[in-house]
């Protein structure tokens, strides 16, 4: 009887994904999305192959060439056509390079929240009553303070850095995963089936895994996308803020916030275009995940 | 017929436009409604008949559209008529009372400001002697203490109370006619038939047509004086409801009146019929009912016309019951 | 109705109790708080009189319990920058932030509730998709960005808004604000658009879920069998009924409102509680961020308070039953 379970599930699956790449072709913002998706994926995994300069490499970057403006030549040639910044770094390579920290910290924190959202969420469903009851009601209270508080708050405690921030965003997010993942675990478990599994003594964990787990992939993964286009938001407006990762490695919102001090003198476009590359990332994963949405649970998406 | 008709309907078609095409909930209708009249609707839920209430009032929302036929009211076609045009007839000549009285009323709004607003909307009048015609109304459909009702809201009510509030909104504007969806079907049997009592008399006192709506022909046998059989969007049988009570030509009106608990006999097993109605996507080629018929033959799977037993009292059927008889009663 | 006002309260002030005990582990348990009051090359005689000083050599349900007396009599300890109280700072700048908070509700209601119920009523018509489209965008864009962008356009470019500050402020029925005077009114239309935006987004989202779900019920159709107006039923029957949830969710998320304008504050150098809160976790100013924090949990608790009875007012049904019970 597992093994059908399991195997219904993986078909949900595929089922998922045939019927995403279907849409895809039928609506164009879909098809935008997911085509834009692909090209931030792949710029931020192979930056240092992509960007036109190393701006972190101090041997190249040159104060010299401090707020060019967008299309202007750099001292080495290279034309900087995003601009460059007030410390002479290229704009374009340093939104590739930011978009690389804000990725890598947007997905690990979800990776971190989603297991341990998901190891509470199945325990809850799993043993129910009491210890039901009193982890539900710590995800509650913390639901109810907004996560970019919470996070601040972390991070005033904590301090600054790429790992504190990841810790952070973990802390802000496992209770939405949590409670996403019990909730399609009870339905699972009012089913009779898992009352015989109980009976027949099978191991908790084969019954966790075997049973309860399977139910929740799909609402996880689109939670999981949300989610990751919601992290990157907040860890921008963290950086910027002056408590998210240090400017020896800026994300697309510490760069933002690098540029906020040229704003008055009209270099607007070291703010603008990370802001810009901020925006379509946060907008395509958004469009992306409320089509996977509506995939998962057709009646949410009206 | 002599008596000038108040509601014409001639090939009435409503249609919905669904993912797997556009299907027919109401499919050719015919209806005739005199001045004082009251005509009851009989059918399955899904027969058609609450949207070809919904037709007439104007009120069929999207997807759904009317296509085909006349709707003439007092002569004048309103299936061409302005969003306009239909707000000064709905409520005003035409009134509607819906199924569910606890639904039909706004929660959060009191009794008496959903009562006032249903005559200022067509007369200009002070909310003062709007009040008072309110008043009346309450008193009219037996609800006592007026002023105090008008101060409650709809939850404070029982489901019967409510759907007197309902019905005093509907003859609020004493309309020529109104049109009622299964009033009582949500009610009590007692306060079922008081309610009915009632509105037999009230539409008595002031001359309003009626149609009344609903799945169970007993009920309509109490108050119609004409009845229509509805099944899968079309009128099968139509008939003063005497004539069609004493000798119903249509198969599906005897299984009707059949599976009805007052004609079986005491400690027998309820007769009902056999399957349910056609999927509209999926309707028979020929008479809809076929299929569930004990005397259909091949002759079925061509539509049957609508023919007349007696002058008034119309079938559409290929093999009427009774058809000897009525004609030997017209001779 | 008392009874249930009663249960909340005392809910309330479990989970602020709660909460205290996890605000003083966290300024306690994550290290040595000393370490914060001395210069790190003291000598161990120093280190210990400031322990003793502080009360940090007794045990810690004993430093707790101080910790408690002195935040119910409000003593929340001094800035380490202003060597002033927490709380009075607090005090001071928390008008400037409500301020900013009324007015980005009262635009995004007035700006997103047309927008969604207008959506809501014409579900195919191509203006609903471009209000879609950028309620979609409103959700996405981030905040800060927006506000930068906000300064580079009226301000930089077209020199028509003042860039930062509160402005010129006045006193009407007893209140200060900046939105008595024009020179505050400039100042505070940037900040407060910028502070609205999610929240129009989020308002059209709801007004528009409501009203298609609204539109749907019996009465509604009842309502136009009556005869009435599209703009009787509208205002009459919808909005009424729709209203319910969205002043729910809007008054849990005035919360977050404040909190947010820890953001906007920052970008406009607006002189609230957010701008103080923000500087001292730079500054690593304790007390305060101890202060706003207990502030924060208690504002949020009177909220959830505060909306739960406003539901019961606005809503006979429920009302009523109170009344019974």
Redesign the interface.
């Known amino acids: 009887m597992s093994e059908t379970r399991a195997e219904s599930a993986a078909r949900q699956e595929s089922g998922l994904f045939s019927k995403l790449v279907r849409s895809d072709l039928s609506r164009p913002t879909t098809l935008i999305s997911g085509i834009l998706l692909l090209v931030i994926a792949a710029s931020a995994t192979f930056a240092p192959l992509i960007a036109p300069t190393d701006p972190y490499d101090l041997a190249t970057v040159s104060v010299l060439d401090g707020r060019l403006a967008p299309g202007e030549e750099m001292f080495d040639g290279t034309i900087a056509w995003l601009g460059t910044d007030g410390a002479g770094r290229d704009v374009l390579s340093a939104i590739i390079f930011g978009l690389r920290t804000s990725l890598t910290v947007a997905i690990s924190s979800a990776l971190i929240a989603l297991i341990v959202g998901l190891a509470v969420g199945l325990t809850a469903a799993f043993y129910g009553g009491r210890i039901d009851a009193f982890l539900m009601r710590i995800v509650d ?1 913390q639901l ?3 996560a ?2 919470v996070a ?2 972390l ?4 301090g600054k850095g790429v790992d504190k921030v990841i810790i952070a965003l973990a802390i802000v997010q496992w209770a939405l995963y949590a409670r996403t993942v019990r909730a399609a675990a009870m339905v699972e478990r009012r089913k009779e089936y898992f009352e015989a599994a109980i009976c027949l003594e099978l191991s908790n964990v084969r019954i966790i895994w075997k049973h309860l787990l399977p139910n929740s992939v799909s609402p996880l993964i689109v939670l999981a996308t949300l989610q990751t ?1 919601h992290s990157i ?1 907040i860890e ?2 963290l950086s ?4 998210g990762v240090p400017i020896t490695e800026p994300s697309l ?1 510490s760069l ?1 916030s690098n ?2 001090d040229f ?2 003198s ?1 270099a ?1 476009w070291i ?2 275009f990370p ?1 810009v590359m ?2 379509a990332t ?2 395509a994963i ?2 992306f995940g ?1 089509q996977l949405r509506a995939m998962v649970n057709p009646r949410l998406s ?1 | 017929m002599t008596r000038t008709d108040l509601l014409s309907i001639q090939g009435l078609r409503t249609e919905f436009s669904t993912p797997d095409g556009s299907l027919a909930a109401v499919n050719g209708v015919d209806l005739e409604v005199a001045r004082g009249d009251v005509l009851g609707i009989v059918g399955e839920s899904g027969s058609g008949k609450t949207v070809l209430g919904l037709s007439i009032m104007g009120l069929v929302d999207r997807p759904g559209r009317v296509t085909a036929g006349r709707i003439a009211f007092d002569g004048t076609d309103v299936t061409v008529f302005s969003e306009a045009q239909w707000q000064g007839l709905r409520g005003n000549r035409i009134a509607m009372i819906f199924q569910d009285p606890t639904t039909s009323l706004n929660p959060v709004q009191r009794i008496g400001t959903q009562m006032i607003e249903a005559i200022q909307a067509h007369r200009d009048i002070s909310s003062d002697a709007a009040r008072q015609i309110v008043r009346e109304a309450m008193v009219r459909v037996g609800i006592n203490s007026p002023d105090e009702r008008l101060e409650a809201y709809p939850h404070q009510f029982s489901g019967g109370m409510r759907q007197r509030v309902v019905i005093a909104i509907a003859l609020l504007n004493e309309p020529d006619l109104i049109i009622a969806d299964e009033p009582t079907t949500a009610l009590d049997v007692t306060v079922q038939s008081q309610i009915l009592r009632d509105m037999r008399r009230l539409c008595r006192d002031s001359g309003s047509a009626l149609i009344w709506i609903s799945h169970d022909l007993g009920v309509v046998a109490q108050i119609a004086h004409r009845v229509a059989v509805m099944y899968a969007g079309r009128i099968v049988e139509q008939g003063a409801t005497v004539e069609l009570l004493k000798s119903p030509s249509h198969p599906y009106t005897a299984g009707l009146m059949a599976s009805m608990p007052a004609n079986s006999p005491r400690g027998q097993r309820l007769i009902s019929i056999p399957g349910g109605l056609p999927q509209l996507s999926n309707m028979p080629r020929g008479c809809a009912f076929a299929p569930r018929c004990a005397r259909a033959t091949e002759a079925c799977e061509t539509p049957p016309d609508l023919s007349f037993t007696t002058p008034g009292h119309a079938v559409r059927c290929v093999f009427p019951l009774h058809v000897g008889a009525a004609l030997d009663e017209c001779d | 109705m008392l009874a249930f006002v009663l249960r909340r309260v005392m809910q309330s002030v479990v989970v602020l109790f709660v909460m205290s005990l996890i605000v003083f582990s966290m300024i306690n348990l994550v290290g040595d708080p000393v370490d914060m009051l001395v210069n790190p090359e003291s000598l161990p005689e120093e280190i210990d009189r400031v322990r003793r000083d502080f009360g940090l050599d007794q045990p810690v349900h004993v430093q707790y319990w101080k910790f408690l007396m002195g935040a119910l009599s409000g003593d929340l300890g001094n800035s380490f920058i202003f060597g002033r109280p927490a709380l009075a700072l607090m005090a001071e700048r928390f008008p400037a932030t409500l301020e900013l908070a009324t007015s980005a509700l009262v635009i995004s209601v007035t700006v997103g509730l047309p927008l969604g119920v207008y959506a809501g009523l014409r579900p195919d018509g191509w203006g609903t998709r471009i209000i879609m489209g950028g309620s979609v965008l409103g959700i996405s864009i981030p905040t800060f960005w927006l506000g930068l962008m906000m300064i580079i356009v009226f301000s930089v470019v077209l020199g028509w808004l003042p860039v930062s500050g509160r402005g010129e402020t006045s006193r009407f029925l007893g209140i200060e604000s900046s939105a008595f005077t024009l020179d505050g009114l400039r100042h505070l239309v940037l900040p407060a658009t910028n502070l609205a935006l999610f929240k129009i987004a989020m308002v059209i989202r709801l007004a528009r879920a409501g009203t298609v779900e609204v539109m749907a019920l019996d009465f509604i159709r009842f309502a136009r069998a009556k005869g009435l107006a599209p703009r009787r039923i509208v205002l009459a029957h919808l909005m009424p009924n729709i209203l319910i949830p969205i002043v729910t969710v809007l008054g849990i998320e005035f919360g977050t409102l404040i909190a947010f304008a820890t953001v906007t504050e920052s970008i406009f150098a607006w002189p609230g509680l957010g701008k103080l809160v923000i500087d001292a976790i730079v500054n690593l100013d304790r007390p305060i961020v101890v202060a706003y924090l207990l502030f924060v949990v208690t504002l949020f608790l009177v909220l959830n308070l505060v909306v739960d009875i406003m539901y019961a007012l606005l809503d006979p049904r429920v009302r009523l039953q109170g009344d019974e019970t």
């Open positions: 209270i109810s303070f907004p970019i508080l601040l708050v991070l005033a405690l904590l286009a938001s921008a407006t910027f803020l002056g408590v919102g933002i540029g906020f704003i008055l009209g607007y703010t603008f802001g901020l925006l946060v907008a958004n469009v409320d009206r």
